[in-house]
């Protein structure tokens, strides 16, 4: 099975896959929640997988363009700030071996950030953009 779509709630997922289902697309919903939650040792983000089987991937991705270009199916999809796939991970970190889960282990310190990451372009970004202060022209933070 591969991800064709991700989301953070499961009923915007649920909508999506109905209309995929009508047109003919079996798909099903993976929740990666209590994967998040106990195994990375962080708050569910992207945990909701639109997973449909390798042979129907690409009929598959030309229908939800379709869908999502007359119906705006994925509004509430997380997707990609480059590409705007949606096919995301988070965090950033493979789940296939140990190795990821001592990484993230370290990411709980505040020093290692955890990331989306963009399955199509390879691209990350951070949950919320750093929103740097007004600087003076030598570079110092302005006084208000």
Known sequence: MKTIATFNEADKAETVITRLRQEGVESELVDESTMQRLWFISKPLADQK?????????????????????????????????????????????????????????????F??????????????PVAEKVEPPLDPLGWPKKE
């Open 112 to 125: 290692v950030g955890r990331e989306f990451f963009c399955q199509d372009c390879q691209f990350t970004w």
């Open 50 to 110: 639109i997973k449909v089987d390798e042979k129907d991937f690409d009929r598959a991705r030309e229908v939800l363009k379709g869908l999502d270009a007359t119906e705006d199916t994925l509004h509430d999809a997380v997707k990609c700030p480059q590409c705007q796939s949606s096919r995301v991970e988070y965090p950033q970190f493979t789940r296939k071996f140990l190795t990821p889960t001592l990484v993230e282990i370290i990411c709980v310190l505040p």
